[in-house]
């Protein structure tokens, strides 16, 4: 069973790939910087809406921070920017669950065959 401190871990290192500071995740996710601190240090329970919105934010399947083992198809982003815009930054995240999901299905196609 996954621990709060467990899940925190996967939570802070999910925000840090998406490229977030602790700062900008909470304003995005409407909350204060010290309940992002606690929740990433499993300092307590975090309710579904929020984890959802804290998957959808940093690019995320949910089910990516409840598997044991993630050998999830990684997929990093780079590139350089001046100023990073909140719409940029959603669009980014949102890119990089499509391309999970057609690694996750590219996997699927491979077992089947």
Same mark, same amino acid.
């Given at each position: #069973? ?8 996967k939570l802070k290192?999910? =925000?840090? +790939? ?5 700062? @900008? ?7 204060? =910087? ?8 499993? #300092?307590?329970?975090? /309710? ?5 919105? #804290?998957? /959808? ?11 044991? /083992?993630? $050998?999830e198809f990684d997929?990093?982003?780079?590139? =350089?920017?001046? /100023?990073? $815009? ?5 669009? +980014?995240?949102?890119? =990089?669950?499509?391309?999970?999901? +057609?690694?996750?299905?590219?996997? +699927?196609? @491979? @077992?089947?065959?």
């Amino acid at each position: #069973m996954l621990t709060h401190a467990e899940l925190g871990a996967k939570l802070k290192e999910a =925000r840090s +790939i998406s490229g977030l500071k602790q700062q @900008e995740a909470a304003e995005n996710l409407n909350i204060g =910087r010290q309940k992002l601190i606690s929740i990433e240090k499993g #300092m307590g329970p975090i /309710d579904t809406v929020l984890l959802k919105k #804290m998957a /959808d934010l940093y690019g995320f399947a949910l089910d990516h921070f409840f598997e044991e /083992d993630n $050998e999830e198809f990684d997929v990093k982003l780079a590139f =350089r920017v001046a /100023d990073l $815009e909140e719409d940029d930054q959603q669009t +980014i995240n949102w890119s =990089r669950k499509i391309l999970v999901n +057609i690694g996750i299905l590219n996997e +699927i196609c @491979e @077992e089947l065959n």
